[in-house]
């Protein structure tokens, strides 16, 4: 019998891909994002022609109990539910209690909404770690409350990180994983044991580099990476950086006609301020003459802005705004431009016959929001050992 799960926020269709992947049959999926939906629907229904009940609507006025008439599903025959609620209420960058009153926030009771009406014999939340936080523990407290409630067991609640399951990103998120008790089984391990290791700890395979999704180091940086970074910030020697260099895997050169094969165009002030950015530097390691202004006087603020991504480990986190260097350690490893859209969405471990729709701001967003596949691969292939 085909296992069965709808997607809930399903933005451009990152846990969709990870559901296929793994076997799953997503036969629903809510978007209320416009340009999102058109990329769901590009990449799931009109090229892989699935038969999947695309909703592009606010969530709020979607009536589960209609939708799951619509699905001719009887309560408790889904299998799995799916959905990453917007967290921007739960954010991490926000200060003090900012985020505690915001009306997003209650997206995540609405989530159980729909758990409630299908009774899915399992269901998995993913989010942003601030949804940890103190200050939105009422929040969290009810959904986990509702669950109990309705005969739900939270097997898990807690933070992953997409490099430990083979993704080429440090990217932490809070998943919340709940199986109905008539069909727990105790011998499911979630979350699934890690698969990528961190080289300091002996075990293999190493977590994957930024290096896997970018064409191979041209032969003339090889000199400045070990010059300007390793032998600087590191204890490797010139001859162990060199080694380093030439064993890290890289990605194919992206096609010229691929459409997220585009970068922010850079001022000509930027282009300076890049080319004087090291290998592997952040913005503090710019010259004197282009460090920024608003982190003068003692102020530190975020330094990841502007730098380049690190080429030997995996990336930083991926964000929404992934294609802007301003927004965080988004310039080339070795360009004087920021990453492409396709070097992001690789990042995200998302294939590259994926098509994003939408302008560039837009196609960034899908990007940075999205479950990274791989990673929810790994946690759905997991949850199927329900019986």
């Not at 592009?56 to 799951?68: A, G, S, T, W």
């Not at 080319?275 to 603020?301: F, I, M, V």
């Amino acid at each position: 019998m085909t296992t069965k799960a709808i997607d809930l926020f399903a933005g451009a269709g990152g846990f969709t891909i990870a559901a296929h992947d793994a076997g799953v049959n997503v036969i629903a999926a809510i978007e209320f994002d416009k340009a999102a939906s058109n990329t769901y629907k590009e990449n799931f229904i009109v090229k892989e022609k699935r038969s999947i009940k695309l909703i592009n609507d606010d969530i709020n006025f979607v009536e589960p109990l209609k939708l799951r008439r619509s699905l001719k599903l009887k309560i408790g025959e889904l299998d799995l539910i799916l959905g990453g609620p917007p967290c921007q209420g739960f954010s991490t960058h926000r200060i003090n209690n900012s985020g505690v009153d915001d009306p997003r926030n209650i997206l995540l009771l609405r989530y159980f909404e729909f758990v409630h009406e299908f009774r899915p014999k399992a269901f998995l939340v993913e989010n942003v770690t601030g949804l940890l936080w103190k200050r939105h523990e009422n929040h969290l407290n009810k959904f986990i409350e509702l669950a109990t409630k309705e005969d739900y067991e939270i097997c898990y609640c807690d933070i992953l990180n997409a490099k430990d399951y083979g993704v080429s990103q440090n990217r932490k998120r809070v998943f919340i994983y709940g199986v109905r008790k008539d069909v727990l089984d105790n011998s499911v391990q979630f979350p699934p044991i890690p698969t990528h290791f961190s080289p300091s700890s002996g075990k293999h395979p190493y977590w994957q580099p930024a290096s896997t999704v970018f064409e191979p180091i041209p032969e003339e940086y090889i000199d400045r990476y070990i010059d300007e970074y390793f032998l600087k910030k590191t204890k490797y020697t010139k001859e162990e950086s060199k080694d380093l260099l030439y064993s890290l895997k890289s990605g194919e050169p992206i096609p010229k006609d691929d459409k997220c094969n585009v970068y922010m165009q850079p001022s000509s002030i930027m282009i300076e301020r890049f080319a004087d950015t090291p290998l592997n530097g952040s913005r503090e390691d710019a010259g004197d003459k282009h460090k920024l202004k608003c982190h003068s006087n003692g102020y530190n603020g975020h330094n990841d802005v502007y730098g380049r991504i690190l080429i030997h480990q995996p990336s930083n986190t991926i964000t929404t705004g992934c294609n802007n260097p301003s927004k965080g350690r988004f310039t080339h490893p070795w360009n004087n431009h920021g990453i492409t859209l396709r070097h992001a969405a690789r990042l995200q471990s998302f294939p590259d016959n994926f098509t994003f729709l939408g302008n560039k701001t837009e196609q960034a967003k899908q990007i940075g929001n999205a479950v990274p596949p791989r990673l929810g691969k790994k946690l759905i292939q997991a949850i199927l050992n329900i019986k």
